[in-house]
């Protein structure tokens, strides 16, 4: 710049850099949350993160409980034998505060950012009656095998379901993986960004496997003793385009910015780990998903019984992409364990948390 | 007609008066109780509108001064630096900001000296207001140290070079008769420069300015009323006639006073300047500057060069155009106000076209014998000498630009 600068630019940049007369009071305090992130004890570099809290109960999800709370539908038998699972979903608008004091005008299914999680087995049928309470056509499209009829795309089968309108989505739950649903009502991007969206787990069916691959496919479904001792959870990676500019002002893993930051998640460290990722963020291209002082498996799309990937720390997913992390904590020093966004711009933009692991006799809050 | 006339000889003159008053009032109940505009938006949000007046850099803290010009009361949610959001502490702490209010951020952050920080306030409808740290430095604080050096810079780039300007005084007396017309030209074409410089600065300035303070048309209309103010100013009995002594003393000082006022404006941009840092840069400018000043001496001397003014006459007419450039620098270094800026700029821009008028009016009383009225004024010399004062100004600015 040097020697380039004008006048003009001269007072700009005075009106830019300012100067003050007498000097305020300049105590640096600050809300902050107590977190592990502060690498200057004395506070001096200041913190990352945002100031103040969400209030969840307000939203009416938690991210901490959306993390685990499994949807396995109201379930029966049909005459054939096959499960039946049964949902419904409506589709509502809702103010959400996606972070501390920033509310972002949100659609949702059943009033919650990311959607139920469906939890199925492969094979079940799924029953979803659909209704839109909203104020926009919407559709849910679900990443799976079925027919045209059933995509819930607009112009195909029922098509765009309209505001006070209703339909019912039913297929059999086919591959087993790790999948989502979204709205697939035009203009795709406001309507998957506003928050339509879930993730869709479909587990594999032991019966169809024998020996060792038969123990895996025990390992992976929800009604068997080998899956019930591992600790499951969810994260859908989203992002919130507040100012509608077409660029992230927020990014998370089940929207609220830092939640699992400034409320860590514990973790028994002899417990095996299993986090189902979804990728849903919009407007950028890729996410990722970076562990840290760790390695894991990953299972892409969660749709092979091998892992895809088997060691390694850092993924990364494209708009849309899925699949199943497995790690382990045993024999780990306790303490925080980050995980978060290798693009840094999205972890210092809320995606970021950490494992509180906790040493054996000191179990779970 | 006659009948009309008539109707309002009756009515007396207070009812007159006093019902379009009355009218408004009821027009305004209506408005506000039926909100015709609201049923066209509905419950649309309102448009938040918050500027960053300037940011403060200290150890580790920025600390912004916002104003909110927006119709509605504003909260700032929360705060990023580069992209990542960053603990902050407001005032005041609810931050909610009313209309025309005005808030501080202190932001604990650790700035890195020389480099570009991009700051972005999200407010609680997810709207974004960035300001952008172009180069971070220390913001100076006002010191003895400081107050002394930005009062030598201001001299400096000031009253010096107006005052060497005046020196040549005694050539200007010694000019012929076409000569002299010539260095008044000159001088038209120096302030007619610096008039448009003035004004294309302040509308700069103006848009950074918050729009509800209306900072261009303000410009303009405090331009305009300096103006009229120093012509009836200068319209006094004693200075009326511009053929005494008197007259031509009081264009000097005018020249003077809008020369000064535009270096109270250079001043608060050297003083914005020189705080940022950039010592070489700094004194590479104000060394620009003050050989375009040296200029500004000739065009206060020009006026009088058929009179004996005296040296503290001189003298003082050369502290009254340079030295407002001193107070300019302190107010520019340690408070800078866009708004205040706009001002100044304007006074001085409307300082400046009065000057014009008044060197002008004198250019056409002294025009050659039997060639008399505006058009003919337009003679090689006068032509000339605006060209040459046109060019010289602008050869001098390259100098700062």
């Known amino acids: 710049m040097s020697s380039k600068l004008s006048r003009r630019a001269w007072l700009r940049a005075g009106a830019a850099l300012g100067l003050v007369g007498a000097a305020g009071s300049t105590r640096l305090i600050g809300r902050t949350p107590v977190s592990p992130v502060d690498h200057d004890q004395s506070g001096g570099h200041g913190n990352l993160g945002t100031v103040g809290s969400v209030d969840h109960e307000r939203n009416g999800f938690d991210p901490h409980e959306v993390l685990t709370d499994f949807d396995y539908g109201r379930v029966s038998t049909l005459p054939n034998g096959q499960t039946l699972r049964e949902y419904t979903f409506v589709a509502r608008d809702a103010e959400i505060e996606i972070a501390p004091g920033v509310f972002f005008p949100a659609w949702t299914y059943n009033g919650r950012v990311p959607g139920p999680t469906i939890r199925c087995v492969e094979g079940d049928k799924i029953r979803i009656a659909f209704s839109n309470a909203g104020s926009h056509p919407h559709t849910i499209h679900f990443h799976g095998i079925h027919g045209a009829s059933m995509d819930g795309i607009a112009g195909v089968g029922a098509g765009e379901i309209h505001p006070g309108k209703s339909t019912v989505y039913e297929f059999d739950a086919v591959p087993f993986g790790c999948h989502l649903y979204h709205c697939h009502s035009n203009p795709l991007k406001r309507h998957i960004h506003k928050g339509l969206y879930g993730a869709f787990i479909v587990d594999p069916d032991p019966a169809k496997y024998s020996g060792e691959q038969r123990q895996m496919a025990e390992a992976r479904n929800h009604m068997y003793p080998a899956c019930q001792e591992i600790r499951e959870t969810v994260m859908v990676m989203n992002g919130f385009d507040t100012n509608f500019d077409g660029d992230n002002e927020v990014y998370a893993a089940n929207t609220v910015a830092f939640a699992y930051m400034d409320r860590m998640i514990p973790v028994e460290r002899k417990q095996r780990q299993r986090l189902y990722l979804v990728n849903i963020t919009e407007f950028d291209p890729i996410n990722s998903f970076h562990l840290h002082a760790n390695f894991f498996s990953y299972y892409d799309h969660g749709t092979t019984l091998e892992p895809t990937l088997p060691t390694v720390d850092t993924i990364m997913q494209c708009q849309g992409q899925r699949g199943i992390l497995e790690f382990s904590f045993d024999g780990f020093e306790p303490g925080p364990y980050m995980f978060h966004a290798h693009q840094s711009e999205f972890a210092e933009l809320g995606w970021m948390g950490f494992f509180d692991v906790k040493a054996d006799a000191e179990g779970l809050a | ?401």
């Open chain 2, 1 to 401: 007609m006659d009948e009309g006339t008539g109707l309002s000889s009756r009515v007396p003159g207070w009812v007159i008066g006093i019902v379009p008053l009355l009218l408004f009032g009821l027009f305004t109940w209506l408005f506000i109780a039926y909100s015709p505009i609201e049923r066209l938006s509905g419950n649309v949000p309102p448009i938040e509108d918050v500027t960053v007046n300037r940011v403060e850099l200290k150890d580790r803290l920025f600390v912004l001064h916002v104003v909110n010009g927006g119709q509605d009361p504003v909260t700032i949610a929360q705060v990023q630096v580069d992209e990542a959001y960053w603990n902050f502490r407001m005032e005041p702490s609810s931050g909610r900001i009313g209309r025309l209010e005005t808030a501080k951020i202190y932001i604990p952050y650790h700035w890195v000296t020389g480099e570009v920080h991009e700051l972005r306030l999200v407010t609680n409808t997810g709207v974004t207001f960035d300001h952008t740290v172009e180069v971070a430095l220390p913001t100076p604080q006002p010191d003895a140290l400081h107050w002394l050096i930005f009062a030598l810079v201001g001299i400096f780039v000031g009253v010096i070079p107006v005052g060497l300007g005046l020196m040549w005084f005694p050539l200007l007396q010694r000019l012929p008769r076409s000569g002299l017309r010539f260095m008044l030209a000159l001088t038209i074409g120096l302030l007619i420069f610096l008039l448009v410089d003035t004004v294309a600065e302040g509308m700069e300035i103006a848009g950074g300015v918050s729009d509800v303070f209306h900072a261009a048309p303000l410009l303009i209309f405090a331009g305009l009323v300096s103006f009229g103010l120093l012509v009836a100013v200068g319209n006094r009995k004693k200075t009326r006639d511009r053929n005494t002594p008197e007259g031509r003393l009081w264009i000097a000082t005018a020249i003077a006073i809008g020369i000064g006022l535009h270096n109270l404006g250079e001043g608060m941009a050297i003083g914005a300047a020189t705080a940022i840092g950039e010592v070489a840069l700094g004194t590479f400018l104000v060394l620009g500057f003050a050989l375009h000043n040296i200029t500004e001496g000739v065009g206060i001397g020009a006026p009088m060069a058929s009179d004996r003014p005296g040296i503290a006459k001189l003298a003082w007419l050369a502290l009254i155009a340079g030295g407002p450039a001193v107070p300019g620098v302190w107010l520019g270094g340690f408070s800078y106000s866009p708004l205040l800026a706009v001002l100044f700029l304007s006074i001085g821009a409307g300082a400046i076209l009065q000057v014009v008028y008044e060197v002008g009016k004198l250019l056409l009383s002294r025009a050659e014998k039997g060639a008399a009225g505006f058009g003919a004024s337009f003679d090689w010399v006068n032509v000339g000498g605006v060209t040459l004062g046109l060019v010289i100004m602008y050869a001098t600015a390259l100098l700062v630009a």
